[in-house]
Antibody
Framework: QVQLVQSGAEVKKPGASVKVSCKAS????????LTWVRQAPGQGLEWMGW????????NYAQKFQGRVSMTTDTSTSTAYMELRSLRSDDAAVYYC??????????WGQGTLVAVSS | QSVLTQPPSASGTPGQRVTISCSGS????????VNWYQQLPGTAPKLLIY???QRPSGVPDRFSGSKSGTSASLAISGLQSEDEADYYC???????????FGTGTKVTVL
């Protein structure tokens, strides 16, 4: 069965970087893209970007351009999302999700990122 | 900043039909497919409807989606207590060159 397992919660200081991992199993990693979505406490869903599992091509949301990097390691079927220059409003739960086309059919369990001095 | 607008809340008694609207524009709903996600309290979102009206395997046929012009709707018929959740619409936006989510609707079963 398709599973996306994310890394554990993180606590970071303002200005630091965080790197969240998302390990995929149960399907051919290179046949699908992966997307990243975040959710601030009590808020809605926010799309951050997409990465191809085949060739690593990316498409980042304009809001995060220059501050986010999405990468993959096909040898371990793992995707990574790094967000730099963290601010207090980056505190959120970060989700990865498989993106077969224009929708997201399987989601990771989420990774809580806290930002506090 | 969500570009798809949903009512903040909706409610109904068990067995009733509830409808949630999602209003967008020509650059998103008007020209691309709409998807719906259900988020139960404290859990990750789950794909509920894709490509306007398709249900993934395992989603009850009580859930249905439709699209017309720059708006879309999700209907839940035969409302059940386990349907209490937040619901989000989503679509690709050609102007933003990215996905956009709706503002979210909290469904309460009275």
């Amino acid at each position: 069965q398709v599973q996306l397992v994310q890394s554990g919660a993180e606590v970071k200081k303002p200005g630091a970087s965080v790197k969240v991992s998302c390990k995929a199993s149960g399907y051919s990693f290179t046949n699908y893209g992966l997307t990243w979505v975040r959710q601030a406490p009590g808020q809605g869903l926010e799309w951050m970007g997409w990465i191809s599992g085949y060739n690593g091509n990316t498409n980042y949301a304009q809001k995060f351009q220059g501050r986010v990097s999405m990468t993959t390691d096909t040898s371990t079927s793992t995707a990574y999302m790094e967000l730099r220059s963290l601010r207090s409003d980056d505190a959120a739960v970060y989700y990865c999700a498989r993106a077969p086309r224009h929708y997201f059919d399987y989601w990771g369990q989420g990774t809580l990122v806290a930002v506090s001095s | 900043q969500s570009v798809l607008t949903q009512p903040p809340s909706a409610s109904g008694t068990p067995g009733q039909r509830v409808t949630i609207s999602c209003s967008g524009s020509s650059s998103n709903i008007g020209s691309n497919a709409v998807n719906w996600y259900q988020q139960l309290p404290g859990t990750a979102p789950k794909l509920l409807i894709y490509t306007n009206n398709q249900r993934p395997s395992g989603v009850p046929d009580r859930f249905s989606g439709s699209k017309s012009g720059t708006s879309a709707s999700l209907a839940i018929s035969g409302l059940q207590s386990e349907d209490e959740a937040d619901y989000y619409c989503a679509a690709w936006d050609d102007s933003l060159n990215g996905h956009v989510f709706g503002t979210g609707t909290k469904v309460t079963v009275l």
